[in-house]
Protein backbone atom coordinates (compact mmCIF):
# COMPACT_ATOMS: atom_id res chain seq x y z
CA UNK A 1 0.00 0.00 0.00
CA UNK A 2 3.04 2.20 1.15
CA UNK A 3 4.86 1.70 -2.38
CA UNK A 4 1.70 2.54 -4.42
CA UNK A 5 1.29 5.97 -2.53
CA UNK A 6 4.56 7.07 -3.46
CA UNK A 7 4.24 5.97 -7.14
CA UNK A 8 5.33 9.13 -9.02
CA UNK A 9 1.82 10.11 -11.18
CA UNK A 10 2.61 9.32 -15.47
CA UNK A 11 1.54 12.54 -16.28
CA UNK A 12 2.97 16.63 -15.14
CA UNK A 13 0.32 18.32 -13.15
CA UNK A 14 0.21 21.82 -12.38
CA UNK A 15 -2.27 23.50 -9.76
CA UNK A 16 -2.35 27.50 -10.18
CA UNK A 17 -3.77 29.06 -7.00
CA UNK A 18 -3.95 32.77 -6.69
CA UNK A 19 -2.56 33.82 -3.29
CA UNK A 20 -0.31 37.03 -2.08
CA UNK A 21 2.83 36.88 -0.62
CA UNK A 22 4.01 37.64 3.17
CA UNK A 23 7.50 38.57 4.35
CA UNK A 24 7.96 37.50 8.15
CA UNK A 25 11.30 36.90 9.59
CA UNK A 26 11.06 32.89 8.97
CA UNK A 27 10.93 33.76 5.27
CA UNK A 28 8.50 34.31 2.53
CA UNK A 29 4.84 32.93 3.47
CA UNK A 30 2.28 32.87 0.59
CA UNK A 31 -1.40 33.19 1.44
CA UNK A 32 -4.02 31.29 -0.60
CA UNK A 33 -7.49 30.20 -1.35
CA UNK A 34 -7.32 26.49 -1.96
CA UNK A 35 -10.69 24.54 -3.07
CA UNK A 36 -11.43 21.43 -1.17
CA UNK A 37 -10.61 19.17 -3.66
CA UNK A 38 -7.30 20.36 -5.06
CA UNK A 39 -6.39 20.46 -0.92
CA UNK A 40 -6.91 16.77 -0.73
CA UNK A 41 -5.48 15.94 -4.02
CA UNK A 42 -2.03 17.45 -2.55
CA UNK A 43 -1.76 16.23 0.63
CA UNK A 44 -1.43 12.40 2.14
CA UNK A 45 -1.02 11.21 5.88
CA UNK A 46 1.48 8.22 5.83
CA UNK A 47 1.26 7.65 9.68
CA UNK A 48 3.28 4.45 9.27
CA UNK A 49 6.51 6.80 8.20
CA UNK A 50 6.51 7.90 12.33
CA UNK A 51 8.03 4.23 12.94
CA UNK A 52 10.67 4.44 10.25
CA UNK A 53 11.86 7.65 11.08
CA UNK A 54 15.11 8.18 13.10
CA UNK A 55 14.59 11.97 13.28
CA UNK A 56 13.04 12.78 16.16
CA UNK A 57 11.85 16.52 15.20
CA UNK A 58 9.89 14.45 12.19
CA UNK A 59 8.51 12.89 14.46
CA UNK A 60 6.08 16.23 15.63
CA UNK A 61 5.27 17.28 12.43
CA UNK A 62 1.47 16.93 12.05
CA UNK A 63 1.66 14.42 8.69
CA UNK A 64 3.24 11.99 11.02
CA UNK A 65 0.55 12.17 13.64
CA UNK A 66 -1.96 9.42 13.68
CA UNK A 67 -5.19 10.60 12.62
CA UNK A 68 -8.28 10.81 15.90
CA UNK A 69 -10.99 8.76 14.07
CA UNK A 70 -13.11 9.95 15.86
CA UNK A 71 -12.51 13.37 15.28
CA UNK A 72 -12.52 12.78 11.41
CA UNK A 73 -16.12 11.30 11.63
CA UNK A 74 -17.45 14.31 13.61
CA UNK A 75 -15.84 16.49 10.89
CA UNK A 76 -16.91 14.55 7.83
CA UNK A 77 -20.37 15.16 9.36
CA UNK A 78 -19.84 18.89 10.47
CA UNK A 79 -18.45 20.60 6.64
CA UNK A 80 -21.64 18.91 5.55
CA UNK A 81 -24.11 21.50 7.77
CA UNK A 82 -25.93 24.41 6.66
CA UNK A 83 -22.94 27.11 8.15
CA UNK A 84 -20.19 24.88 7.90
CA UNK A 85 -16.70 27.25 8.12
CA UNK A 86 -12.71 26.54 8.65
CA UNK A 87 -12.32 30.61 8.99
CA UNK A 88 -8.59 29.50 10.06
CA UNK A 89 -5.59 28.58 8.02
CA UNK A 90 -4.31 25.39 7.29
CA UNK A 91 -0.58 25.22 6.96
CA UNK A 92 1.33 23.27 4.92
CA UNK A 93 5.37 23.52 3.77
CA UNK A 94 6.24 22.63 -0.21
CA UNK A 95 10.20 21.87 -1.50
CA UNK A 96 10.75 24.61 -2.85
CA UNK A 97 11.51 22.41 -5.88
CA UNK A 98 8.28 22.16 -6.97
CA UNK A 99 6.62 25.73 -5.88
CA UNK A 100 7.19 28.61 -8.08
CA UNK A 101 5.95 32.37 -7.53
CA UNK A 102 4.73 34.35 -10.19
CA UNK A 103 5.09 38.16 -8.56
CA UNK A 104 3.18 39.88 -11.35
CA UNK A 105 0.16 37.14 -11.45
CA UNK A 106 0.22 36.75 -8.17
CA UNK A 107 -0.17 33.18 -8.42
CA UNK A 108 1.79 30.50 -7.19
CA UNK A 109 2.20 26.60 -8.96
CA UNK A 110 2.75 23.66 -7.74
CA UNK A 111 3.85 20.99 -9.71
CA UNK A 112 5.02 17.14 -9.47
CA UNK A 113 7.99 18.11 -12.17
CA UNK A 114 10.62 19.80 -10.20
CA UNK A 115 11.88 23.37 -11.56
CA UNK A 116 15.05 22.17 -13.30
CA UNK A 117 13.22 19.10 -14.85
CA UNK A 118 10.90 17.75 -17.18
CA UNK A 119 9.03 15.05 -16.31
CA UNK A 120 7.28 14.10 -12.43
CA UNK A 121 9.25 13.43 -9.82
CA UNK A 122 6.81 12.68 -6.94
CA UNK A 123 3.35 11.64 -7.17
CA UNK A 124 1.23 14.93 -6.60
CA UNK A 125 -0.16 13.54 -3.51
CA UNK A 126 3.11 13.83 -1.26
CA UNK A 127 3.64 17.51 -3.02
CA UNK A 128 2.44 19.03 0.79
CA UNK A 129 3.46 18.49 4.15
CA UNK A 130 0.96 19.49 6.78
CA UNK A 131 1.90 21.15 9.41
CA UNK A 132 -1.82 21.91 10.93
CA UNK A 133 -5.09 20.92 9.69
CA UNK A 134 -5.06 17.22 8.81
CA UNK A 135 -7.97 16.29 10.43
CA UNK A 136 -9.97 18.97 8.92
CA UNK A 137 -8.57 18.14 5.67
CA UNK A 138 -9.61 14.50 6.39
CA UNK A 139 -12.98 15.85 7.02
CA UNK A 140 -13.18 17.63 3.76
CA UNK A 141 -13.24 13.90 2.27
CA UNK A 142 -16.66 13.87 3.62
CA UNK A 143 -17.82 17.14 1.63
CA UNK A 144 -20.88 16.60 -0.40
CA UNK A 145 -21.59 20.06 -1.41
CA UNK A 146 -20.42 22.06 -4.71
CA UNK A 147 -17.80 23.98 -3.10
CA UNK A 148 -15.82 24.42 -0.21
CA UNK A 149 -12.64 26.92 -0.68
CA UNK A 150 -10.03 26.62 2.26
CA UNK A 151 -7.91 29.45 3.69
CA UNK A 152 -4.43 28.08 3.48
CA UNK A 153 -0.56 29.17 4.69
CA UNK A 154 1.87 27.69 2.84
CA UNK A 155 5.69 27.65 3.68
CA UNK A 156 8.03 27.42 0.51
CA UNK A 157 11.56 25.91 1.09
CA UNK A 158 11.28 25.78 4.92
CA UNK A 159 13.52 22.90 6.24
CA UNK A 160 12.62 20.66 8.63
CA UNK A 161 13.63 21.49 11.85
CA UNK A 162 12.17 24.99 10.78
CA UNK A 163 9.29 23.42 9.85
CA UNK A 164 9.02 21.36 13.22
CA UNK A 165 9.21 25.21 14.83
CA UNK A 166 6.23 26.47 13.30
CA UNK A 167 4.25 23.16 14.19
CA UNK A 168 5.30 23.44 17.36
CA UNK A 169 4.28 27.22 17.86
CA UNK A 170 0.83 26.58 16.46
CA UNK A 171 0.03 23.69 18.68
CA UNK A 172 1.48 24.26 21.87
CA UNK A 173 0.90 27.87 22.20
CA UNK A 174 -2.57 28.80 20.56
CA UNK A 175 -5.17 29.33 23.74
CA UNK A 176 -8.24 27.05 23.12
CA UNK A 177 -11.56 29.00 23.87
CA UNK A 178 -13.10 28.49 26.83
CA UNK A 179 -15.91 26.47 26.58
CA UNK A 180 -18.75 28.44 28.54
CA UNK A 181 -17.91 31.72 26.47
CA UNK A 182 -18.16 29.42 23.50
CA UNK A 183 -21.69 28.24 24.72
CA UNK A 184 -22.18 32.11 25.59
CA UNK A 185 -21.75 32.95 22.11
CA UNK A 186 -24.72 30.81 20.89
CA UNK A 187 -26.85 33.29 22.53
CA UNK A 188 -26.10 35.79 19.23
CA UNK A 189 -27.47 33.22 16.90
CA UNK A 190 -30.98 33.78 15.37
CA UNK A 191 -32.07 30.65 14.99
CA UNK A 192 -32.93 28.17 17.49
CA UNK A 193 -30.87 25.31 18.88
CA UNK A 194 -30.12 22.94 21.62
CA UNK A 195 -27.19 25.23 22.49
CA UNK A 196 -29.24 28.72 22.36
CA UNK A 197 -31.98 26.64 24.28
CA UNK A 198 -29.77 25.31 27.19
CA UNK A 199 -27.81 28.57 27.44
CA UNK A 200 -31.08 30.26 28.01
CA UNK A 201 -32.27 28.15 30.99
CA UNK A 202 -28.79 28.78 32.81
CA UNK A 203 -29.18 32.48 32.06
CA UNK A 204 -32.93 32.40 33.69
CA UNK A 205 -31.37 30.69 36.38
CA UNK A 206 -28.95 32.76 37.27
CA UNK A 207 -30.41 35.79 36.94
CA UNK A 208 -33.73 34.92 39.15
CA UNK A 209 -33.06 36.17 42.25
CA UNK A 210 -36.05 33.85 43.73
CA UNK A 211 -34.13 31.00 41.43
CA UNK A 212 -32.15 28.55 43.70
CA UNK A 213 -28.97 29.11 41.49
CA UNK A 214 -29.48 32.56 41.84
CA UNK A 215 -26.06 33.94 40.66
CA UNK A 216 -24.40 30.70 41.33
CA UNK A 217 -23.28 29.59 37.67
CA UNK A 218 -20.08 31.30 36.39
CA UNK A 219 -21.14 32.97 32.93
CA UNK A 220 -17.88 32.69 31.13
CA UNK A 221 -15.85 30.23 32.81
CA UNK A 222 -14.23 32.77 34.93
CA UNK A 223 -15.48 34.64 38.29
CA UNK A 224 -17.84 37.22 37.70
CA UNK A 225 -16.65 40.53 39.32
CA UNK A 226 -19.15 40.69 42.60
CA UNK A 227 -19.62 37.13 43.61
CA UNK A 228 -18.11 35.04 46.29
CA UNK A 229 -19.27 31.53 45.29
CA UNK A 230 -20.35 30.56 41.67
CA UNK A 231 -19.59 26.66 41.97
CA UNK A 232 -21.29 25.69 38.50
CA UNK A 233 -19.37 26.45 35.31
CA UNK A 234 -22.15 27.65 32.05
CA UNK A 235 -20.38 24.62 30.43
CA UNK A 236 -21.24 22.17 33.07
CA UNK A 237 -24.27 23.29 33.15
CA UNK A 238 -25.29 23.08 29.18
CA UNK A 239 -23.87 20.12 29.11
CA UNK A 240 -25.62 18.71 31.53
CA UNK A 241 -29.02 19.68 30.46
CA UNK A 242 -28.80 19.38 26.55
CA UNK A 243 -28.70 15.58 26.92
CA UNK A 244 -31.99 16.24 27.63
CA UNK A 245 -32.21 18.08 24.77
CA UNK A 246 -31.11 16.20 22.07
CA UNK A 247 -29.02 12.76 21.07
CA UNK A 248 -27.61 15.39 18.17
CA UNK A 249 -27.16 18.61 19.06
CA UNK A 250 -25.17 19.68 16.21
CA UNK A 251 -27.28 17.77 13.83
CA UNK A 252 -30.44 19.45 15.61
CA UNK A 253 -28.78 23.20 15.30
CA UNK A 254 -28.17 22.21 11.41
CA UNK A 255 -31.34 21.29 10.46
CA UNK A 256 -32.91 24.66 12.37
CA UNK A 257 -30.96 26.16 10.32
CA UNK A 258 -32.23 25.05 6.85
CA UNK A 259 -35.36 25.58 8.13
CA UNK A 260 -36.45 22.03 8.67
CA UNK A 261 -38.71 20.37 11.18
CA UNK A 262 -37.30 18.40 14.34
CA UNK A 263 -38.53 14.94 14.95
CA UNK A 264 -39.90 14.50 18.63
CA UNK A 265 -39.46 11.60 20.78
CA UNK A 266 -41.19 8.48 20.52
CA UNK A 267 -42.25 6.79 23.72
CA UNK A 268 -39.35 4.88 23.98
CA UNK A 269 -36.60 7.64 23.74
CA UNK A 270 -38.46 9.96 25.80
CA UNK A 271 -37.29 8.30 29.13
CA UNK A 272 -33.83 9.07 28.15
CA UNK A 273 -34.53 12.64 26.51
CA UNK A 274 -37.47 14.08 29.06
CA UNK A 275 -37.30 17.76 27.78
CA UNK A 276 -36.73 16.84 23.98
CA UNK A 277 -40.68 17.28 23.02
CA UNK A 278 -40.44 20.53 25.32
CA UNK A 279 -37.91 21.81 23.00
CA UNK A 280 -39.37 21.23 19.78
CA UNK A 281 -42.20 22.36 20.71
CA UNK A 282 -40.63 25.56 21.29
CA UNK A 283 -41.91 25.23 25.09
CA UNK A 284 -38.38 26.93 27.02
CA UNK A 285 -40.33 27.97 29.57
CA UNK A 286 -41.53 25.12 30.57
CA UNK A 287 -37.91 23.11 30.84
CA UNK A 288 -37.25 26.49 32.98
CA UNK A 289 -40.12 25.86 35.05
CA UNK A 290 -38.45 22.04 35.65
CA UNK A 291 -35.25 22.76 36.65
CA UNK A 292 -36.49 25.95 38.72
CA UNK A 293 -38.55 23.22 40.65
CA UNK A 294 -36.42 20.63 40.66
CA UNK A 295 -33.21 22.29 42.13
CA UNK A 296 -35.61 24.16 44.77
CA UNK A 297 -37.18 20.73 46.08
CA UNK A 298 -32.93 19.95 46.44
CA UNK A 299 -32.60 23.19 48.41
CA UNK A 300 -35.11 22.68 50.81
CA UNK A 301 -34.68 19.13 51.54
CA UNK A 302 -30.90 20.14 52.31
CA UNK A 303 -31.13 23.49 53.39
CA UNK A 304 -27.77 24.11 55.19
CA UNK A 305 -25.70 21.93 52.56
CA UNK A 306 -27.47 23.79 49.65
CA UNK A 307 -26.24 27.37 51.43
CA UNK A 308 -22.95 26.10 52.47
CA UNK A 309 -19.59 27.30 50.75
CA UNK A 310 -17.20 25.12 52.41
CA UNK A 311 -15.12 22.71 49.96
CA UNK A 312 -15.76 19.72 51.93
CA UNK A 313 -19.49 20.24 50.68
CA UNK A 314 -20.22 18.63 47.59
CA UNK A 315 -23.93 19.13 46.93
CA UNK A 316 -23.77 22.71 45.45
CA UNK A 317 -20.89 21.78 43.41
CA UNK A 318 -20.35 20.49 40.18
CA UNK A 319 -20.68 16.67 41.29
CA UNK A 320 -23.63 17.03 43.39
CA UNK A 321 -25.15 18.79 40.40
CA UNK A 322 -24.38 16.56 37.88
CA UNK A 323 -25.13 13.82 40.06
CA UNK A 324 -28.81 15.52 40.74
CA UNK A 325 -29.19 16.25 36.95
CA UNK A 326 -28.30 12.67 35.62
CA UNK A 327 -31.00 11.23 37.91
CA UNK A 328 -33.83 13.38 36.57
CA UNK A 329 -34.74 10.63 34.15
CA UNK A 330 -34.94 8.56 37.24
CA UNK A 331 -37.25 10.72 38.82
CA UNK A 332 -39.03 12.07 35.52
CA UNK A 333 -39.46 7.28 35.04
CA UNK A 334 -40.61 7.45 38.58
CA UNK A 335 -43.62 9.70 38.23
CA UNK A 336 -44.86 7.64 34.66
CA UNK A 337 -45.62 10.47 32.63
CA UNK A 338 -43.74 10.85 29.52
CA UNK A 339 -44.65 14.37 29.00
CA UNK A 340 -40.99 15.66 30.73
CA UNK A 341 -42.76 17.61 33.05
CA UNK A 342 -42.34 16.02 36.72
CA UNK A 343 -44.99 18.17 39.49
CA UNK A 344 -42.79 20.06 42.16
CA UNK A 345 -45.14 18.12 45.07
CA UNK A 346 -43.82 14.74 43.45
CA UNK A 347 -40.29 15.78 43.39
CA UNK A 348 -40.36 16.67 47.30
CA UNK A 349 -41.58 13.35 47.86
CA UNK A 350 -38.20 11.84 46.03
CA UNK A 351 -36.07 14.22 48.07
CA UNK A 352 -37.59 13.03 51.29
CA UNK A 353 -36.88 9.30 50.71
CA UNK A 354 -33.30 10.06 49.53
CA UNK A 355 -31.28 8.62 52.55
CA UNK A 356 -29.45 11.49 53.04
CA UNK A 357 -28.77 14.27 55.44
CA UNK A 358 -27.19 17.67 55.26
CA UNK A 359 -23.87 16.46 56.70
CA UNK A 360 -23.33 13.40 54.85
CA UNK A 361 -22.62 15.26 51.54
CA UNK A 362 -19.17 14.91 52.24
CA UNK A 363 -15.64 14.47 50.66
CA UNK A 364 -15.29 11.35 52.58
CA UNK A 365 -18.69 9.66 51.28
CA UNK A 366 -18.14 11.06 47.86
CA UNK A 367 -15.06 11.13 46.64
CA UNK A 368 -13.82 14.26 44.55
CA UNK A 369 -13.88 13.86 40.92
CA UNK A 370 -16.44 11.42 38.48
CA UNK A 371 -16.47 8.63 40.84
CA UNK A 372 -18.23 10.75 43.95
CA UNK A 373 -20.17 12.14 41.52
CA UNK A 374 -21.17 8.52 40.51
CA UNK A 375 -21.17 7.27 44.03
CA UNK A 376 -24.07 9.94 44.51
CA UNK A 377 -26.47 9.41 41.46
CA UNK A 378 -26.29 5.49 42.62
CA UNK A 379 -27.60 6.27 45.10
CA UNK A 380 -30.65 8.88 43.78
CA UNK A 381 -31.49 5.95 41.83
CA UNK A 382 -32.06 3.44 44.43
CA UNK A 383 -35.12 5.41 45.64
CA UNK A 384 -38.55 4.08 44.75
Not at 110 to 124: A, H, K, W, Y
Not at 231 to 250: D, Y
Not at 287 to 308: D, G, H, L, T
Amino acid sequence: MSDQLNLVDPDPVVIELECLRATQPIGDVYIASVPHDELVKITHFDVRRVLQEDRDVERYLGIQRPLINSRVDGLQKYVNFFDASFPTAIIIAVDEKFAEYDAEKKTISLSNVPRDGDRPEIPIRNIARVLDGQHRIAGLRGFTGDRFDLPVTIFVGADIADQAHIFATVNLEQQKVNKSLAYDLYSLSKSRSPQKTCHNVAVVLDQDKNSPLYRRIKRLGVATDGRDFEPISQATFVEALMKFVSSEPKVDRDKLLKGERLEKADPDLIWKLPFRNLFVEEKDVKIVEVVFNYYSAIKERWPIAWASTDRGNMLNRTNGFRAFMRAYRHVHELHGTPTGVVPKAFMDEFMKRVPLEDKDFNIENFKPGTSGESTLHNVLIDVQ
